[in-house]
């Protein structure tokens, strides 16, 4: 069998590709596809066929993907030109007669106004009108998108606009396991995966954080526009601030709460608990 994992090169593709090596598959038949070839060649050297793909070449698609039985799509992340990049993936996966197209999305990427989440729900139409057997895998908030920030947090805080409301998060490497899962196993066509791990208000999340951490991080919760102009001040452009304060909003609404055992279920197990998964992303 012949797995496709696209944006290899990322952290939550190379983290598909490692899964599947850990699971016994073989690594001739694993195809690690990104950009720059030359951030693979330890996978490579391993026996897994390393090839050019870029999102926005559809011939290096068609190359990448040629022989392909299942494809991972990782999302790419140039906000603004996902579907089309996405769209000449899924084009070069009906091209080649894949038999199962998973692709990462968002959480209720069909029906939520969370800014994040509608190139999203434009690609998860372009799967379904493709006609591929498929799998959506709707990934909520990493638990490495906050721990990854504690250097700001210790000087600054966290601030956020979230209010009361709860994040679904798990670790990259379990959304990562189980895109393996869904990639080895048979029966997940026609799936439609909401997943998350436990569920946490930012505040409860400081608190963790500064616990796990042994420095002290408080939680700040400030008016949506507030955090625009933060985050406008720490440098992102106004688009993504506005972006990523819609994040907040969305978290106080629910939108990234995933009252599903989906994960649970791919993984075999429960995902960590929220201090376990906090010192692991902390000590990676």
Same mark, same amino acid.
Do not use: C, K
């Given at each position: 069998?012949?797995?496709?994992? @696209?944006?290899?090169?990322?952290?939550?593709?190379?983290?598909?590709?490692?899964?599947?090596?850990?699971?016994?598959?073989?690594?001739?038949?694993?195809?690690?596809?990104?950009?720059?070839?030359?951030?693979?060649?330890?996978?490579?050297?391993?026996?897994?066929?390393?090839?050019?793909?870029?999102?926005?070449? #559809?011939?290096?698609?068609?190359?990448?993907?040629?022989?392909?039985?299942?494809?991972?799509?990782?999302?790419?992340? $140039?906000?603004?030109?996902?579907?089309? /990049?996405?769209?000449?993936? +899924?084009?070069?996966?009906? !091209? =080649?007669? +894949?038999?199962? %197209?998973?692709?990462?999305?968002?959480?209720?990427?069909?029906?939520?106004? %969370?800014?994040?989440?509608?190139?999203?729900?434009?690609?998860? *139409?372009?799967?379904?009108?493709?006609?591929?057997?498929?799998?959506?895998?709707?990934? *909520?908030?990493?638990?490495?998108?906050?721990?990854?920030?504690? #250097? @700001?947090?210790? $000087?600054?805080?966290?601030?956020?606009?979230?209010? $009361?409301?709860?994040?679904?998060?798990?670790?990259?490497?379990?959304?990562?396991?189980? *895109?393996?899962?869904?990639?080895?196993?048979?029966?997940?066509?026609?799936? @439609?995966?909401?997943?998350?791990?436990?569920?946490?208000? %930012?505040?409860?999340?400081?608190?963790?954080?500064?616990? +796990?951490?042994?420095? /002290?991080?408080?939680?700040? !919760?400030? #008016?949506? =526009? /507030?955090?625009? $102009?933060?985050?406008?001040?720490?440098?992102?452009?106004?688009?993504?601030?506005? @972006?990523?304060? !819609?994040?907040?909003?969305?978290?106080?609404?629910?939108?990234?709460?995933?009252?599903?055992?989906?994960?649970?279920?791919?993984?075999?197990?429960? #995902?960590?608990?929220? *201090?376990?998964?906090?010192?692991?992303?902390?000590?990676?």
């Amino acid at each position: 069998m012949s797995i496709v994992v @696209t944006g290899a090169t990322g952290q939550l593709g190379r983290l598909v590709v490692e899964s599947l090596l850990a699971r016994g598959a073989d690594p001739a038949g694993i195809v690690a596809t990104g950009r720059r070839t030359e951030a693979l060649q330890d996978l490579a050297d391993r026996g897994v066929d390393v090839r050019r793909a870029d999102y926005a070449d #559809p011939a290096s698609l068609r190359e990448a993907l040629d022989g392909a039985e299942r494809v991972l799509l990782v999302s790419g992340n $140039e906000f603004g030109q996902r579907v089309a /990049q996405h769209t000449a993936v +899924v084009e070069a996966a009906v !091209d =080649a007669g +894949v038999s199962l %197209l998973a692709y990462t999305s968002a959480p209720h990427a069909a029906t939520t106004p %969370l800014l994040l989440a509608a190139e999203h729900a434009g690609t998860e *139409a372009v799967v379904t009108a493709s006609g591929l057997p498929h799998v959506l895998l709707r990934n *909520a908030w990493y638990v490495e998108n906050y721990t990854a920030q504690l #250097p @700001t947090y210790l $000087e600054h805080g966290m601030v956020g606009a979230a209010g $009361e409301g709860r994040v679904s998060l798990a670790l990259r490497r379990e959304y990562a396991e189980a *895109a393996a899962t869904v990639l080895l196993e048979d029966g997940h066509a026609g799936a @439609t995966y909401e997943l998350g791990g436990p569920a946490v208000t %930012l505040a409860e999340l400081a608190a963790v954080v500064s616990e +796990v951490s042994g420095a /002290q991080v408080a939680y700040t !919760d400030v #008016p949506q =526009a /507030q955090l625009v $102009e933060v985050l406008v001040g720490a440098g992102l452009p106004r688009p993504a601030a506005e @972006t990523f304060a !819609d994040v907040d909003r969305g978290i106080s609404a629910g939108e990234l709460l995933v009252p599903t055992d989906d994960l649970a279920r791919l993984l075999g197990r429960e #995902p960590l608990p929220t *201090a376990e998964a906090v010192r692991e992303a902390l000590a990676g």
